[in-house]
């Protein structure tokens, strides 16, 4: 990022925050008996935590901004002041969630809070100089929050809102929210019959419906494919294993909080798989490697279970259950560099296919804390350097945001609205192969330590497909759509003809339907164009004798007239090379 896109970043952060004050006043204002918690920025406005057991709803919401604008208006000057302890204490009788933060401070930490007429926060700030700059804003939605997200502590109320400098960014971001609203995955993976999760019996696991597992499949296929010819074996591993697999490999101390609690098998303690890299590395274990023998690419389409509080599921993007593209190469120092550069051009040529061309890259280094020599973190962080050097593609460097193994290059994908989504990553492990002692034989007869990389192209296949319903809102290329031409007969005498066709599809693996219902045809136009079908077929009397379809693309209505055989061989083609 740039250091003016920085300083941009920082005075809107700036504004949000001071907005989040304002709000936290007007509600304080309206409903006295509210008890203040927290209100931060964050990427798109602010939002503010409320204790307030009468609730609010969505009707507070304009009452709140009216008396927001009255605060904004008064032009209060933003006033810091450094308080102690005591005095903190005191400010804040009464506000038992800001007394337990004041508790909670280090002793000889520094405590401020800001003023802006009546109302007091504490807050390190920094805030805008007054009130009257904080420009354009829109309280967007109420919704539940924990106190510090924990279950197991109060149900709160959360107000976000969004701020801008003018009313011009306002109106497009609020357009940007309602695009976005119509492109929400949910809404349209019940529309389009994909998916539904099993609130009842498994919150945040996921049913595909046969249309939701006719995409996945395309995709599935498509990885597969990639893969062997990208030079990747297949492997398949079990869903538990031992607990003692995830002691060794580090897991269980470092994500216990992610994973579900053992069973007893046999007496024995097991552990549904949060990851599937330790049972990578058991095939690697099963037989001692020559130098000749690596690089070794594995890839799997591995379903992996974590724990999820239920206060973060949300349809496809957050589950418990999900199937992540993994892969794990395990090679030679000297084969690194070649091994990074290769996955990542295949990263980007597979996001490429499925649509997206704009991307937000990240080379993150050595954190404080961190397991392994100063000399691997720097072969490993240079050979990440050089492969994005040589990209000639804008990246960022994240410092100290590696994982604690070793550094990484993170690519967030841009979809149709411009926003950023974290699907690849590409990440340099010596901890691993050193924890499992790892060896291969080398060219001079003596035993080595492999590197593994760990990769994901699209993470979880649950959220890669819920980001793909929102950059397309659902409308498919042909080469992914689950269904991607319907034959629409005008009357019965059509029908035969038509399931001729859609056999001779079938035949190339092509997913073409017939509708044979009794219904008039502009009605299977309609419905046709509801699900977001591709390609249109009408086949009438003329039709037939020709030996043709009238073709009707989504969105885009007649095309004429065309041989049957050559509509199919467009198909053919169009999914051949993923369009």
């Given at each position: 990022m ?14 949000r ?16 008996d ?5 209100g ?25 901004e ?11 000057p ?20 800001k ?36 420009g ?5 939605k ?29 109106r ?29 019996y ?24 990639a ?82 509080r ?9 589950v ?21 550069k290769?996955?990542?051009d ?74 950023s ?45 819920g ?28 029908i ?71 509509f ?12």
């Amino acid at each position: 990022m740039s250091k003016s896109a920085q300083e941009k970043e920082a005075r809107l952060e700036k504004l949000r925050h001071s907005a989040a004050h304002v709000m936290a006043d007007a509600v304080k204002r309206l409903f006295p008996d509210v008890r203040i918690t927290i209100g931060p920025a964050i990427a798109d406005g602010f939002y503010y935590d409320f204790d307030y057991p009468k609730g609010f709803s969505d009707d507070d919401l304009p009452k709140i901004e009216e008396e927001m604008k009255k605060i904004v208006a008064e032009r209060q000057p933003f006033e810091c002041e450094e308080v102690t302890r005591d005095k903190a204490r005191e400010l804040f009788k009464g506000e038992p969630y800001k007394q337990e933060l004041i508790d909670e401070l280090p002793e000889g930490e520094k405590i401020t809070v800001y003023r802006h007429g009546d109302f007091t926060d504490l807050c390190r700030g920094p805030h805008v100089k007054t009130t009257g700059e904080i420009g354009a804003f829109k309280l967007l939605k109420v919704a539940g929050a924990y106190w510090r997200g924990d279950e197991k502590n109060a149900q709160l109320q959360r107000i976000y809102g969004t701020a801008f400098p003018s009313p011009k960014e306002l109106r497009k971001h609020l357009d940007l929210l309602k695009e976005a609203e119509k492109r929400d995955h949910r809404r349209l993976g019940k529309e389009l019959d994909l998916y539904s999760t099993m609130d009842e019996y498994g919150a945040g696991l996921v049913l595909w419906h046969p249309m939701g597992g006719r995409l996945r499949l395309a995709i599935e296929d498509y990885w597969r494919e990639a893969h062997r010819r990208g030079g990747y074996d297949i492997v398949f591993t079990p869903h538990i294993a031992r607990l003692d697999l995830w002691k060794a490999s580090g897991h269980w101390d470092f994500y216990r909080e992610s994973m579900y609690a053992p069973m007893m098998i046999d007496d024995v303690e097991y552990e549904l798989k949060p990851m599937n890299c330790p049972f990578h590395i058991q095939i690697y274990k099963s037989k001692m490697h020559s130098y000749r023998d690596l690089p070794l690419r594995w890839a799997e389409l591995g379903t992996v279970y974590r724990y999820e509080r239920s206060g973060v599921l949300h349809g496809l993007m957050r589950v418990r259950g999900f199937t992540q593209d993994d892969a794990h190469i395990f090679c030679r120092p000297e084969q690194l560099e070649d091994e990074i550069k290769r996955v990542f051009d295949f990263s980007l040529d597979v996001l490429r296919t499925f649509g997206f061309k704009d991307f937000d890259i990240y080379l993150s280094t050595k954190p404080e804390k961190h397991v392994g020599s100063d000399e691997s973190w720097e072969l490993a962080t240079n050979a990440l350097k050089a492969t994005l050097d040589k990209s000639e593609l804008e990246y960022e460097v994240d410092p100290g945001e590696g994982v604690f193994y070793g550094p990484k290059i993170d690519i967030k994908i841009k979809d149709a609205l411009g926003r950023s989504w974290q699907c690849s990553t590409i990440q340099v492990d010596f901890n691993l192969p050193e924890r499992y002692n790892l060896e291969y034989v080398g060219s001079d007869g003596e035993r080595h330590q492999p590197i593994m990389i760990h990769r994901a192209l699209m993470g979880s296949l649950e959220r890669f497909v819920g980001v793909l319903i929102e950059h397309y809102a659902g409308v498919f290329p042909a080469w992914l759509a689950p269904v991607q031409a319907k034959l629409l007969p005008i009357t019965d005498e059509q029908i035969d003809y038509c399931r001729a066709i859609a056999d001779k599809c079938a035949a190339l693996d092509l997913r073409v339907e017939v509708d044979v219902r009794n219904e008039k045809l502009g009605l299977k136009i309609r419905e046709a164009q509801i699900s977001k079908v591709p390609y249109m077929l009408v086949v009438g009397k003329k039709e037939v004798e020709a030996n043709a379809v009238a073709v009707r693309l989504h969105g885009k209505g007649d095309e004429g007239v065309v041989p049957a055989d050559e509509f199919i061989e467009r198909l053919k083609k169009e999914v051949q090379e993923h369009k």
